[in-house]
């Protein structure tokens, strides 16, 4: 059983990669608005590492996250949408 200060830590940690990687599909978002295709290597592992967090947490913290988990999944599904969006315009604009 994980001590009460164990689980604190462990909701800070996931509530800080949350936020972590808000910010950082924000960046991307901006990036997309600027005209140019994001690198984006790591967000993968970054998503898995979370989920991996959130998976080991005590019941009550995977409670706890389950609204930052969906609404990261509505924010990648925005992303991937706004990167195919961009994706298919260059490659109108390169048929030109």
């Not at 800070?12 to 600027?34: G, N, P, R, W």
Request: proline residues 5%; negative net charge; charged residues 30%.
């Amino acid at each position: 059983m994980m001590s009460p200060l164990s689980g604190i830590k462990t909701l800070k940690s996931v509530t800080q990669e949350f936020d972590s990687i808000d910010a950082y599909l924000q960046a991307v978002h901006e990036i997309l608005q600027e005209g140019h295709m994001p690198d984006i290597p790591d967000l993968d592992d970054r998503v898995a590492r979370l989920c991996d967090a959130v998976e080991k947490a005590t019941p009550e913290i995977q409670q706890q996250c389950l609204p930052n988990l969906n609404a990261l999944l509505k924010k990648l599904d925005d992303c991937e949408d706004e990167m195919t969006a961009y994706q298919l315009m260059a490659a109108k604009s390169v048929r030109k």
